[in-house]
């Protein structure tokens, strides 16, 4: 059984920079990939990014590519989403989720079914 515990939402102006945490259970980061979805009131949930720590691949959304940074820490067993230049829209719920390799490398990082652990959440608020 994989946990996830996001940490570092909070409240930020438009153009400010947050970094969420994802800690994971150890040994996470040799079985699965990490991603990180977002979720908006009345939205559904969609992909932010992922990260494969077998290789160091990464994926981002277009409506974040250049702004988020997907990274992580086997040591610390953490995952870390540094965003900047942050938006009114990307106001948002963001969730830390965990992909089997298998997954990952058929291509279905960017989609909620392909995970198989979710953390509980994490708000993010960017006022305008």
């Known amino acids: 059984q994989v946990q996830l515990v996001e940490s570092g939402g909070g409240l930020v102006q438009a153009g400010g920079s947050l970094k969420l945490s994802c800690a994971a259970s150890?040994?996470?980061?040799?079985?699965?990939?990490m991603g990180w979805f977002r979720q908006a009131p009345g939205k559904d949930r969609e992909f932010v990014a992922a990260?494969?720590?077998?290789?160091?691949?990464?994926h981002y959304a277009d409506s974040v590519k250049g702004r988020f940074t997907i990274s992580g820490d086997n040591a610390r067993n953490t995952v870390y989403l540094q965003m900047n230049g942050l938006k009114p829209e990307d106001t948002a719920v963001y969730y830390c989720?965990?992909?089997?390799?298998?997954?990952?490398?058929?291509?279905?990082?960017?989609?909620?079914?392909?995970?198989?652990?979710w953390g509980q959440g994490a708000q993010v608020t960017v006022s305008s």
């Open positions: 989720a965990a992909v089997n390799h298998y997954s990952y490398y058929r291509g279905r990082f960017g989609e909620q079914g392909g995970y198989d652990y």
């Open positions: 990260i494969n720590f077998k290789g160091g691949s990464t």
């Open positions: 150890r040994g996470t980061f040799e079985s699965y990939a």
